[in-house]
């Protein structure tokens, strides 16, 4: 067998992997909405993500005590991006369809090509606008403003994209010095304080054993979702392994009918296909840029 096609066939499985577990991670949570508000279902699964990765860090021996100075306020803006992408994202997902708050989500590529262009001056031609503008209105057709289903949960599923593509800009600015493990128990912990301290000036609801268990579930399966996508990152061509990203939506849609019983309409469903075609085609057009000399 070819060895690179065997790898871009790792990188893939990897990929589907990583996007299966936030599904079920996102499954988890909203299950877990019916028990616990959403700052204390934050915290509680910030503790259990926290031990999980301090024993990761501990293992691969991540832990860094001095952050280089260059990278403190890149640290901060990605932890805030990080804060409110998760904040804005679980409130939409916590009150709305799981395929509908996914499906919104996935024009996170696009948002990022867009920010990338614009605040970081990368090299962005107009077949690639054109396509993140068909993107933005594959997103407009799934919220549908003015229609019954729109709402400030719709909104808060947009906000989210801006938070993360704050994070993921930050992100590309932080140097190899700073371990990828201990940027993810930074925001482990940073996202286990916020819920910790607003969980105080809201209503505490019993801490149920199912809470419990699915929250702890739930950080398992994001802990797998982030360590199979570094794997992803590491083995294969990324032009090969990325559109099975998209595969999240399936995971979306299938959980969403199977344990919530929601059955997306025909207009979420084609505003997912555009995005995922838009999402798909601006990949491959900057792969073929940075191919060209």
């Known amino acids: 067998m070819d060895t690179s096609f065997s790898e871009n066939m790792r990188g893939a499985a990897f990929m589907a992997i ?9 499954t988890n949570m909203k299950l877990a909405a019916e028990h616990l508000s959403l700052f204390q279902a934050l915290f509680l699964r910030g503790i259990f993500t926290t031990i999980l990765l301090v024993s990761l860090a501990l293992y691969k021996k991540a832990i860094i005590f001095h952050i280089p100075k260059g990278d403190r306020k890149i640290l901060v803006l990605r932890l805030i991006g990080e804060l409110g992408g998760t904040l804005f994202f679980l409130n939409a997902l916590f009150n709305m369809p799981l395929a509908n708050a996914t ?26 606008y054109l396509a993140i503008g068909f993107g933005f209105i594959g997103v407009l057709i799934i919220v549908r403003p003015g229609s019954e289903g729109f709402n400030e949960f719709s909104l808060s599923a947009v906000a ?8 993921d800009l930050s992100t590309r600015r932080l140097s190899p010095a700073i371990p990828s493990l201990f940027v993810a128990l930074l925001t482990s912990v940073a996202i ?13 609801k019993p801490v149920t054993t199912e809470g419990l268990t699915l929250l702890a579930t739930a950080s398992v399966f994001v802990i797998i979702a982030y360590l199979c996508s570094i ?20 995971w979306a849609i299938l959980l969403g009918f199977f344990v919530f019983g929601d059955i997306p309409d025909s207009w979420t469903i084609v505003g997912s296909l555009i995005i995922v075609g838009t999402g798909v085609y601006t990949f491959y057009r900057e792969q073929a840029v940075a191919r060209k000399p």
């Open 231 to 250: 794997k992803t990152m590491r083995v294969g061509d990324i032009s090969f392994s990325s559109p099975f990203r998209y595969t999240l939506l399936i």
């Open 192 to 204: 286990m304080l916020v819920g910790g301290i607003f969980s105080t000036v809201t209503d505490w």
């Open 103 to 128: 499906a919104i989500v996935q024009a996170l590529p696009l948002a990022v090509t867009l920010a990338g262009a614009l605040f970081l001056r990368e090299a962005v031609g107009w077949r690639r």
């Open 160 to 167: 989210s994209i801006f938070c993360i593509v704050l994070r």
């Open 18 to 26: 990583s996007m299966a577990a936030f599904v079920i991670n996102d």
